[in-house]
């Protein structure tokens, strides 16, 4: 009985690894490393370095340890990248999926938990977005993540693959010991860069358009921490191992923060200066997102403890001062 983390050597994926073996679960990470981190790896999770489209691969590591679950991560996650390179994520996100679920139904293993995202709401309709909002994604990271969506859908109805997709808002912060944090190359999120201007690693943050329809004119996040996140995937996988139905459930904190907001608690945290300059908008980025985490609180019992901005900001900041190179 082992649980399959795929991209378990990413920033979240990481984070999960550690509450799932703090559970007590047997966890198998499978990670190419292409963004993820040896170093991220959790030292009692096994690891087996291979990409999740190679099928042999896959199957021969599914066999060998006995995989009963999956719990699945690895995917291409910029917005602004798919907008320019969409057939990355159609092969990296769609296809690796369906390799995935091909060896799961092979195997007959019936259970994935599954990183999904806000963006496949695109611009929502109504806010808080609720799970019941009509999905509309605005760039093609946000498309295939819904399409892995609909995969897991058609999977279940035929071959009774249960899932649990997981809408995450925005995800931040660092473990609380500091053992793991946020390391990408090129760093495109917000609070990394905030903390890199902070640490005097990088000039000034980018303020990505200020002429949107928000009280400050910057696009509007809801910030929801990588522990709590975490912690979700647990539930999540307790829930299908207990029998339930597929399902999917937004993860936010239902509060939501301009960038320009952002800046400023960052500023209090750190008590640096942290310069800024108005830029223009990225492409396919929506105004708001803010959501409603009724449903995962109800049905999965999440209860989220860190996820406040300061706390995310607090524990983030903990990271980059420890770890001002990354791993
Ligand atoms: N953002 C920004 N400057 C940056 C990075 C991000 O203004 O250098 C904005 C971005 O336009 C979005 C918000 O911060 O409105 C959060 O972006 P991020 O890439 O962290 O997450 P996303 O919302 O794309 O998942």
Redesign the pocket.
């Known amino acids: 009985m082992s649980i399959a983390v795929l991209g378990g050597a990413g920033y979240i994926g990481s984070h999960a690894v550690q509450a799932l073996i703090k559970k007590g679960e047997k966890v198998v990470v499978i990670d190419n490393l292409l963004t993820g981190h040896k170093e991220a790896i959790h030292e009692e999770a096994l690891f087996y370095e291979g990409d999740i489209r190679d099928k042999e691969f896959m199957l021969s590591v599914f066999k060998k340890e006995g995989i009963t679950g999956v719990v699945h991560f690895a995917a291409s996650?910029?917005?602004?990248e798919s907008v320019t390179n969409p057939l990355k994520y159609f092969n990296n996100n769609v296809h690796g999926t369906q390799i995935t679920l091909e060896v799961m139904q092979e195997l007959g293993v019936k259970h994935i938990v599954f990183s999904s995202?806000?963006?496949t709401y695109g611009e929502p309709e109504e806010t808080p977005i609720k799970e019941t909002t009509p999905t509309n994604p605005k760039n093609p990271y946000g498309e295939s993540k819904l399409m892995m969506e609909k995969m897991m859908k058609w999977c279940d109805e035929a071959y009774g693959i249960k899932f649990v997709a997981l809408r995450y808002?925005?995800v931040?912060g660092a473990s609380l010991d500091t053992s793991i944090g946020e390391d990408h190359t090129p760093e495109?999120?917000?609070?990394?860069?905030?903390l890199e201007a902070a640490l005097g690693k990088r000039e000034q943050?980018?303020?990505?358009?200020d002429d949107y329809d928000t009280p400050d004119g910057?696009?509007?996040?809801d910030y929801v921490h990588v522990v709590d996140l975490s912690d979700a995937h647990v539930l999540a996988l307790d829930y299908l191992q207990k029998g339930n139905d597929s399902n999917i459930f937004n993860l936010g904190s239902a509060d939501g923060f301009s960038?320009k907001e952002?800046i400023e608690e960052a500023r209090k945290v750190t008590t640096k200066e942290i310069p800024a300059v108005i830029?223009p908008?990225?492409a396919?980025?929506?105004?708001t997102?803010v959501a409603s985490p009724e449903k995962a609180k109800e049905v999965l019992g999440w209860k989220p403890q860190y996820t406040n901005v300061t706390t995310i900001l607090e524990t983030a900041w903990a990271w980059h001062q420890s770890h001002p190179n990354g791993y």
């Open positions: 996650s910029l917005v602004g995202t806000a963006a808002f925005n931040a495109t999120h917000l609070v990394p860069i905030i943050v980018s303020i990505f358009g910057t696009c509007i996040r960038v952002m830029a908008r990225r396919g980025d929506p105004s997102l």
